[in-house]
């Protein structure tokens, strides 16, 4: 009881510490689980691991465990896929996709063959796992080196598409194993399995897509039962399908999110809030329990320079060379081909994968190959982590001095995120874009979404304090936030959520009713226009239509000397050269020649 216990709170302090330091969830889960397993060897008087995922599951239980974590894993990556994403991405980010699964899935496993020395069997497997990059693990990447558009948007997209696409492929390959394996030579009766695994999957991942789209569409189920109800249908589809065709649950449980992900339903967007309350209590106590079953001799075997050759051929030759083929024709430069060839970091699905297929693999008991072929496939972990945690560190450190020695970076951005959609937001984010200043709206009413939309303003539905919007949203396109709701402890949250992204001086508020009472000098420096009206007071304002004004303001003195003259106006921005808007706030201390006062006659 106390190691499963230690597992689940070394994996929530794993979570907690990637968010506090800014790195990939998974890096902190695999050193923790190595420094309380194998590593803590050398710690303890009789050569036991403090935490031995072994002793928590007996292999038959274990295999359950894992496999169902990682289908709930796959599932995850099935809903991001969106097939009209596939139909409208640029060349480059198709042509990722299909090199990098290709040249990654032949020449991963050519060279583990010639340099491990394993079967082929084995080597391409690897080779497959090894395909995945993951948003879960660029994302953090791509926030900190704020890269140009071209290389956001390329390695972002490349990053949500192949995650699914890899996993396939790499039960595929396995799935070719165990059936390839089931005679002696591989006969007709072999590739039938493995024909039937494919159907069995495909099959019964569509059947339940089915019943599920009948089941949210008539509102069987409450609101409040949906992920529950959810989470008992991915499970259930892994269950029958693997009852009826022997390792087919993985596959299906991916074309069941696949298809739902793809389902034009409003009911579709609350089952993503299924992996946050989910996926990070299976991701934490997944990673932490299968590292810390590592033992001392596969960290020795990969610290041998045969390891440390395969690690460089995937990162300098395979990588490279996908991204050669992909921008052949296309607009990008040199540089930023350069450097999206030096990112690609592994990440929670090649290690879930992997994990399942080095237990079900290396298991004698369970006799699916030879015991040469059994210990290669002990390494597949170990090997994955390896590349997971070498990619991590290589690119987390080093991808930032390179974007700006190759002059890659993204100019400081000029866009203005709103949360909230309500009328003074609309109308403030209509004038702005007039301007040529980007703008988007973040709102969970369905009337202010509409509103917005009608005005053809950009707009994200839902909270953009979700977990979803911090990995969907593009944060680095927009350089101020201007929280605009109703509700004060709501824009205080959201300044300090979004803080963290953009910066805490980029971040802006409206004053709440009571803050108007007291002294300005008492205030805090980001409530915006001047801190004279609330909610409320802003709202009437915008209702009338009022006809927004410029004047030119060259200089700190000639601005403070309209605001005494006219204390009649309501001062929004100050409008500086190069598209860009600062909003009017106490503590404003940055006017200049060629900037522009934007206000409201009251």
């Known amino acids: 009881m106390i190691e499963a216990a230690g597992i689940l709170v070394l994996g929530f302090f794993a979570q907690w510490l990637s968010w506090r330091i800014k790195i990939p969830a998974i890096l902190p889960l695999i050193i923790i689980g190595l420094l309380v397993g194998p590593i803590s060897t050398f710690l303890t008087a009789n050569g036991h691991k403090f935490i031995d995922g072994d002793k928590i599951f007996h292999q038959d239980l274990l295999f359950d465990v894992v496999s169902i974590s990682v289908g709930l894993i796959l599932f995850e990556g099935g809903l991001t896929l969106k097939f009209k994403e596939i139909r409208t991405l640029a060349n480059t980010v198709r042509n990722l996709i299909f ?3 290709v040249i990654t899935l032949l020449g991963g496993g050519f060279a583990v063959h010639w340099i491990m020395g394993f079967s082929y069997q084995i080597s391409f497997l690897f080779g497959a796992l090894i395909i995945v990059s993951g948003p879960t693990v660029i994302g953090p990447i791509l926030r900190n080196v704020r890269a140009n558009n071209n290389i956001n948007t390329i390695l972002k997209w490349e990053g949500i598409l192949i995650d699914p696409v890899g996993a396939l492929v790499a039960i595929l390959i396995y799935e070719f194993i165990i059936t390839g394996q089931s005679n002696e030579h591989f006969t007709i009766f072999a590739l039938k399995g493995f024909l039937m695994i494919i159907l069995a999957g495909l099959v019964t991942g569509g059947i339940f897509a089915w019943l599920t789209y009948i089941i949210l569409k008539r509102n069987l189920v409450p609101h409040y039962l ?89 990162i300098f030759v395979l990588r490279p060379l996908v991204v050669f083929l992909s921008t052949i024709g296309s607009t990008l430069n040199w540089r930023e081909r350069l450097f ?89 984010a209509r004038y702005l874009r007039s301007k040529g200043i980007s703008v988007m709206l973040g709102d969970t009413s369905v009337y202010n979404i509409r509103e917005a939309k009608n005005m053809l303003l950009p707009v994200y539905e839902g909270s953009l304090l979700s977990d979803e919007a911090l ?30 992204e ?34 409320i007071g802003i709202t009437q304002i915008f209702r009338k239509r009022p006809k927004i004004m410029e004047k030119d303001v060259n200089s700190m003195e000639e601005f403070q000397q309209v605001l005494e ?18 909003p009017v706030t106490p503590m404003i201390s940055s006017v200049t020649e060629g900037d522009r006062l934007v206000y409201i006659n009251l």
């Open 99 to 101: 090199f990098g699964t």
């Open 226 to 314: 949906r992920n529950t109800v959810m989470l008992g249908i991915v499970i259930l589809t892994f269950a029958v399908s693997d009852t009826i065709s022997a390792e087919s649950g993985l596959l299906a449980v991916t074309v069941l999110g696949m298809i739902l992900g793809n389902l034009k339903m409003e009911q579709i967007k609350h089952i993503l809030s299924f992996k946050e309350d989910v996926s990070i209590i299976l991701i934490s106590f997944l990673f932490v329990m299968l590292s810390s079953r590592t033992n001392v001799d596969d960290l020795a075997m990969l610290l041998d320079y045969r390891s440390l050759l395969l690690f460089l051929v995937i």
């Open 340 to 428: 999206i060839a030096y990112i690609c970091p592994r990440g929670i699905v090649a290690a879930g994968v992997a994990s399942i297929f080095s237990v079900k693999l290396s298991s004698p008991e369970l006799g699916i190959l030879s015991p040469e072929q059994s210990a290669e496939a002990a390494m597949l972990l170990p090997l994955t982590f390896m590349t997971i945690v070498g990619t991590v560190i290589q690119q987390g450190l080093t991808a930032k001095p390179l974007v700006k020695f190759l002059g890659v970076g993204r100019s400081e951005p000029n866009g203005i995120l709103f949360l909230g959609a309500n009328e003074a937001a609309r109308f403030m």
């Open 471 to 500: 990995e969907k949203v593009d944060f680095s396109q927009f350089g101020q936030l201007l929280s605009t709701t109703s509700n004060t402890d709501i824009n205080i949250l959201a300044n300090k959520i979004i803080g963290q």
């Open 502 to 535: 953009i910066g805490d001086k980029n971040v802006f508020r409206l004053p709440s009713e009571r803050e108007l009472k007291v002294d300005k000098e008492t205030l805090p420096p980001n409530l915006l226009f001047n801190a004279t009206y609330d909610f």
């Open 565 to 582: 003259e006219n204390d009649k106006i309501l001062p929004l921005f100050i409008l500086k050269p190069g598209h860009r808007a600062e």
